[in-house]
């Protein structure tokens, strides 16, 4: 355990993330990734979303090797962790489950303090895990900074004045935006997930071609319900005549939905960043491995002096490097949890 006022060196944090259909470790030192291990589920494609107890029952089969190999790959030997994090909430109980009695085991037999991490927490400060580029370290975000964090479940408008100090100024009343990706690429017949899909069917499509509405929500809060069904009548008109429209203009059709769902995004973004004065910009979640999404927060961000921050690809989509990452920030912090802590599906912004 550590109990003393002295950090001890190095801090090896072992991280778990099992919140969907995911399952991952990872391992940090000192602040830097060294490992990030991660078993997607297949399974659920066919049912066309994820489906929670299969999705449990995975976690269960993957979660051993997952951390094995994750240690492995660092050389790290287990007594040598000095944390263990978890994602703790917000998910699919049945997932959170297995990541949490995992952790709780794992520090009871280790006799190493435990981390509860909130994965939407995680997704931000995924911007601060170190990256390199030709050997140089990328510049890190300052503080205080906004995050857009946009994934299969959420979509927020985050301020964050330290690594432990976030609060959302802005949400999403009803879809998220990673669940308007997917449902308009159902309506197109496109498998589960569609986002990635969409996103590279636009590659080649015009995203003038056709006119999406964009909602009129007040605040920095978003809707994307609304999208979804003029999307759908959109589709319902146009096959009427042409039962072939949707194969015929795929492209253009996905780059047009991907322009719209990125301008309400960046919109709301401007707008929080005029409101705020702040001009760091992060943006998080699966949804920013989204490519028009990075190019069109690149162009804002030039326009308006952003300083502007997208995580490494592996580090946008479900992970536990970014579990690690806030897990040793709430170290230093001496943010543990006891035994007796219990995953939560709907647990508010810690
Ligand atoms: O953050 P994440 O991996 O899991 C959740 O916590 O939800 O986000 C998954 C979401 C899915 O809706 C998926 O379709 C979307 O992120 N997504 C994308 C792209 N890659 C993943 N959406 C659009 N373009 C992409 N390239
Ligand atoms: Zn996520």
């Known amino acids: ?26 391992v940090c030192r000192d602040g830097m990734i060294l490992s990030n291990v991660i078993a997607s589920q297949k ?27 994750a240690l492995r790959q660092t050389g790290v030997d287990k007594k040598d962790i000095t944390a263990i994090a978890f994602t703790r909430s917000p998910g699919l109980i049945g997932s959170l489950l297995v990541g949490s009695q995992f952790a709780k085991s794992f520090a009871l037999a280790m006799q190493i303090p435990l981390i509860a991490v909130h994965h939407m927490q995680a997704h931000v400060l995924a911007n601060l895990i170190p990256s390199f580029t030709n050997g140089s370290p990328a510049p890190k975000p300052s503080f205080p900074l906004l995050c857009l964090t946009v994934s299969g479940g959420h979509t927020q408008i985050v301020i964050c004045r330290s690594p432990v100090d976030l609060q959302v100024i802005g949400e999403t009343m009803d879809d998220a935006a990673g669940e308007a990706f997917d449902k308009s690429a159902k309506l197109l017949g496109l498998p589960y997930p569609g986002g990635p899909l969409i996103d590279r069917y636009a590659k080649t499509g015009n995203p003038a071609a056709f006119k999406f509405p964009e909602p009129q929500i007040p605040g920095l ?3 994307f319900s609304g999208l979804k069904t003029s999307i759908l009548y959109f589709l319902q008109e146009r096959t009427k ?18 322009n719209r769902i990125v301008s ?20 998080a979640g699966g949804v920013a491995a989204n490519n028009g999404l990075r190019v069109a927060l690149q162009e804002m961000g030039t326009k308006l002096q952003w300083q502007t921050f997208i995580p490494k690809f592996e ?36």
């Open 315 to 350: 580090y946008c989509t479900d992970n536990a490097a970014m579990i690690a990452i806030t897990g040793y920030y709430k170290f230093l912090a001496k943010d543990f949890v006891n035994l007796d802590v219990t995953a939560s599906a709907r647990a508010e912004w810690e």
């Open 43 to 69: 399974i659920h494609e066919q049912y066309g979303g994820v489906v929670p107890e299969l999705a449990s029952r995975a976690h269960i089969q993957h979660i051993v090797p997952v951390v094995d190999a």
């Open 264 to 283: 309400i995004l960046l919109n709301k973004l401007k707008k929080a960043s005029l409101e705020t004065g702040i001009k760091n910009i992060c943006i």
């Open 1 to 26: 355990m550590v109990n003393n006022n002295t950090l001890p060196t190095p801090v090896n944090i072992l991280a778990i993330e099992s919140s969907c259909d995911e399952t991952s470790a990872a």
């Open 221 to 223: 809060n978003f809707s």
């Open 241 to 258: 005549n042409n039962p072939a429209f949707v194969k015929e203009n795929l492209e253009d059709i996905c780059a047009s939905i991907q």
